[in-house]
């Protein structure tokens, strides 16, 4: 697993925060908050998908405002809706007492395991996505990993393994996955991949040609040397 955390009882947790990032003047990306809990929740799903785990149940701790809560929810509901899924319950808190001059969220899912994980090293490795951040997500979506397009790949079982690729970014998510390999890509494996703009897929020989019939051109081989 990547970032999650599994219960004595087989349950996955995993949790993803925003800071600066929402509607407030000291913003430093000004968004809509419905954008922001959506790509907050996008990270926190894929990391749930990365531990083979589906949610059941979502806790938010919004430090933005009362009035926030209703958006973050809409951000939230609109990523499930997206994927076709269920939105789980979702409760939490939010800041009262004090007002805050920077947006901030955290979404926490708590999931049931339903995939079995495959063997890292026994699979072909792929970026799918460009790495963004900040702006750059707004001006270019078409280089987000579509996470429908993730979902159909799951469910036809296309791919075995995901891992989603945040701020650390290609290079180091890479060595945490499969440890001190040498490999080479077509994109900047330095740069942060902000919301998880780029998934490592791991791949059986078998399914190699459906995927990449499937992914389109955003699907790019790493190469170990």
Known sequence: MRNAMQLSNGFIVTTDNSGAIGEKEQDVVQVPDDVTSYYSARVTLLEQWAAGAEPEAIVMHNFSSESSWGRYVKGITQLFDELSLPV?????????????????????????????LTDVKKLHWFTYGKPLVGNELLEHPEYIANLLVVKKALDSNIIGRIWPVGSKGIHSEVRSLLGDVSFSSSLDCKKTAGPATVILLGISEEHVKSAEQHFGQLLVPIVFL
């Not at 004090?98 to 979404?107: D, E, K, V």
């Open 88 to 116: 789980p319950p979702i409760k939490g808190s939010s800041e009262t007492n004090m007002p805050t001059l920077q947006s901030g969220i955290a979404i926490t899912m708590i999931g049931a395991p339903i995939r079995p």
